[in-house]
Nanobody
Framework: QTRLVESGGGLVQPGGSLRLSCRIS????????MGWYRQAPGKQRELVAR???????EYGESVKGRFIISRDSDQNTVHLQMNSLEPEDTAVYYC???????????WGQGTQVTVSS
């Protein structure tokens, strides 16, 4: 069964950096777009960044210029480098994988990111 394994997250001061990683257990043929969404208390889940197969990465407006998404050469792990973190970035971050042909989605269990002094 294909699954997503997340790592990273934690507590950081404003202005600091964190790195999240997510590995997909099965991705023959590199057919999954992979990325991160986040959900803060009382808010809807929103796109943070996505690495698109054979395409340009997508970013949410609030993280453009601060966050960078990258993918390992085996295409099975995606990393989210988060810089200049702000308290508003505090949320549970969820890894997402979307199959590019049928749209089927997988979700990770989520990892907490807290930005606070």
């Amino acid at each position: 069964q294909t699954r997503l394994v997340e790592s990273g997250g934690g507590l950081v001061q404003p202005g600091g950096s964190l790195r999240l990683s997510c590995r997909i257990s099965f991705n023959i043929g590199n057919i999954f777009h992979m990325g991160w969404y986040r959900q803060a208390p009382g808010k809807q889940r929103e796109l943070v960044a996505r690495a698109i197969v054979d395409g340009r990465p997508e970013y949410g407006e609030s993280v453009k210029g601060r966050f960078i998404i990258s993918r390992d050469s085996d295409q099975n792990t995606v990393h989210l480098q988060m810089n200049s973190l702000e308290p508003e970035d505090t949320a549970v971050y969820y890894c997402n994988a979307q199959q590019m042909y049928d749209g089927r989605e997988l979700w990770g269990q989520g990892t907490q990111v807290t930005v606070s002094s």
